[in-house]
Each structure stands twice: as structure tokens, then as C-alpha cells.
């Protein structure tokens, strides 16, 4: 009766941060956004979005919001911004739910591998960072001594799986 897919895409852009590509498709709609995130700071710096299709002609005013979350960190309260900024009576819930879905990508991209650009001490303070966020919301990092293991340990695990 009904089909959804997302996709998304994340590449390290040198000496910047992370780009992520998404799409949310489903039969009437077929939506894309492209957020680019500094490394350091996880603003977003960058921010697009459009439409190869949507149920009506209105719809495509409502991406435009995207432009709103453009100097917005990721951390407490992004989905605030992103309720208040992106959804609403001139935005798209859709949209939202796909930056929402972005974000997500990008600390399951970003914590598999350090870029060659980033100093380790810097990758490892943004490693802890990524790993506090998974603590109690995964069977895995709920375990005991967890926060033990090495960054090595746990990033040639996610490697070996591909």
C-alpha cells in the first residue's frame, strides 16, 4: 500500500568537514537535500534542497526553508531549530525529517574513519563526543567497560563489516 525510501550519502570534504547527500522518495514525492557540516564546530555551512516531484505545485516554496538552519550547530536543541525553522506552515515536514535523517548519517559516516586532514587529537575529542551520544541508546555501548575498548577496536569492527 505504501513505500518509502531514504538514502544518503556523506563524504569528507577537505580541509572542511562532511557532505551529506539525501533523499526522501516515496510515490508522490521524490525530495533531496545537501547539507555540508564544518568539522570543528558541526555548523552547518551549507544547505540546499529540491524537489524532482511533489504531490502539489506549492510544495517546492516550502524546501526554500532549508535556508533557515544555514549556521546552525548540530547539538542540544537542532531539533528545535529544525521543527521551528524547516517544518511548519511554510516549510515541509518532509524536509525536516530528512535533515533530521542527515544528521544522523553523518555521525555513522564521520565516526568510521578519521579524514586524512584532521589532527588525531582533534578526530579523537569529536570520537568521544560521537560515542557519549550512543551511551544507554545501544545494546552495544550500554556494556560495561565499552568506553574501554580503543577507538582502533571499535573503527575496524565498523570497517571489517563493509
Known sequence: MYEKIEKYSVEAVFNTGFEVKGQWKD??????????????SFKIIEAEAWAESTP???????????????????????NRIVTENIMGKEGCVHL???????VKALVQAASRDKPEW???ADYTQRWNDWIRMYQDQCIFFSQP????NSQEEIQTAFRSKK
Open 27 to 40: 510515490d508522490l514525492h521524490n525530495i533531496h537535500c545537501r547539507l555540508v557540516f564544518d568539522f570543528d
Open 56 to 78: 502539489f505545485p506549492i510544495c517546492p516554496q516550502g524546501l526554500k526553508s532549508i535556508d533557515r538552519i544555514v549556521g546552525s550547530t548540530v547539538g542540544p536543541g537542532f
Open 96 to 102: 525536516g525529517e530528512l535533515v533530521m535523517n542527515s
Open 118 to 120: 584532521v589532527e588525531t
Open 145 to 148: 567497560g565499552v568506553f574501554e
